[in-house]
């Protein structure tokens, strides 16, 4: 695909979408305590009872959540959308490749926050929503800790 625009030397993301999604990370990690600090990840691992995991498109993914999604970064490395169902509010990410969803969770690391992470696609709302959010879409629970 033709790039857009410039591009991070280190990521390769367009610098618009990187420093967009970097400050939406921040607007709706979930509320995590900034004390806990670290470079390193920490996972949680569980599957939905079904054992099915929603596939990398913001569409189906804000459909099993139970809301419409409105796309916020239409870009070659990443679409973002925002999904407001009944219950929760989310975010939701999804990645044409898994080396974009690194270096997107690599970059989120440094602000923190609990995330539900799937394949080519991350998920954020309010940590309360996580584990219900987890049983509708499959993935893990992880907890990216700021190191600033």
Same mark, same amino acid.
């Not at 509320?31 to 990398?56: F, H, W």
């Not at 990410?93 to 969770?105: G, M, R, V």
């Given at each position: 695909?033709?790039? =857009?625009?410039? *591009?991070? /030397? @280190? +990521?390769?993301?367009p610098?618009?979408?990187?420093?967009? $999604?970097?400050?939406?990370?921040?607007?709706? $990690?979930?509320?995590?305590?900034?004390?806990?600090?670290?470079?390193? #990840? $920490? /996972?949680?691992?569980?599957?939905?009872?079904?054992?099915?995991?929603? #596939?990398? =498109?913001?569409?189906? @993914?804000?459909?099993?959540?139970?809301?419409?999604?409105?796309? =916020?970064?239409?870009?070659?490395?990443?679409?973002?959308g925002l999904?407001? *169902?009944?219950?929760?509010?989310?975010?939701? +990410?999804?990645f044409?490749?898994?080396?974009y969803?690194?270096?997107?969770?690599?970059?989120? $690391?440094?602000?923190g926050?609990?995330?539900?992470?799937g394949p =080519?696609w991350?998920?954020? +709302?309010?940590?309360?929503?996580?584990?219900?959010?987890?049983?509708?879409?499959?993935g +893990?629970?992880?907890?990216? /800790?700021?190191? *600033?």
């Amino acid at each position: 695909m033709p790039r =857009r625009g410039r *591009s991070d /030397r @280190i +990521t390769g993301l367009p610098l618009a979408a990187l420093v967009g $999604s970097l400050a939406l990370v921040t607007g709706c $990690s979930g509320g995590e305590d900034d004390t806990a600090k670290g470079a390193q #990840p $920490s /996972r949680s691992s569980a599957a939905p009872a079904a054992g099915i995991l929603a #596939p990398p =498109r913001i569409e189906v @993914i804000a459909g099993l959540a139970g809301c419409k999604a409105e796309i =916020r970064i239409d870009a070659d490395e990443l679409r973002e959308g925002l999904c407001h *169902s009944e219950k929760a509010d989310y975010r939701i +990410t999804t990645f044409p490749a898994e080396k974009y969803k690194d270096a997107w969770l690599d970059a989120a $690391s440094v602000y923190g926050g609990t995330y539900l992470v799937g394949p =080519r696609w991350v998920v954020s +709302t309010k940590a309360e929503h996580l584990d219900q959010a987890r049983n509708k879409l499959g993935g +893990t629970i992880r907890r990216l /800790r700021g190191t *600033s």
